[in-house]
């Protein structure tokens, strides 16, 4: 699986940006999709998770209520709507790919096994 994360920008605080991820190579529809944010210094975190279907999404407290990971299976893509930004939710966004048949929710960095280039985004106050 190739994955390919677009979107990412600079936006001012309590603005909204939807990333993109779209994904290439084998069934798109067999794996769940994850999205992660690394910000400079910091480990890689978890942000959202979505099942194969689309029917069945988990988040970070973090971001609960603010963002919303969905999918279009049709078009090979995993969204990330963000709402509300904040300037502690800058950093590098990254989708990742993680196989159905993984514990639910797949909310570690070691349940994924393809993982897209990452794109920046940037909240300022």
């Known amino acids: 699986v190739q994955l390919q994360a677009s979107g990412g920008g600079l936006v001012q605080a309590g603005g909204s940006l939807r990333l993109s991820c779209a994904a290439s190579g084998r069934a798109f529809t067999t794996y769940r999709m994850g999205w992660f944010r690394q910000a400079p210094g910091k480990e890689r975190e978890f942000v959202a998770t979505v099942s194969w279907s689309g029917g069945s999404t988990y988040y970070a407290d973090s971001v609960k209520g603010r963002f919303t990971i969905s999918r279009d299976n049709a078009k090979n893509t995993v969204y990330l709507q963000m709402n509300s930004l904040k300037p502690e939710d800058t950093a590098v966004y990254y989708c990742?790919?993680?196989?159905?048949?993984?514990?639910?929710?797949?909310?570690?960095?070691?349940?994924?096994?393809?993982w897209g280039q990452g794109t920046q985004v940037t909240v300022s106050s």
């Open positions: 990742a790919s993680a196989p159905s048949g993984s514990s639910w929710p797949p909310a570690t960095t070691n349940a994924y096994n393809y």
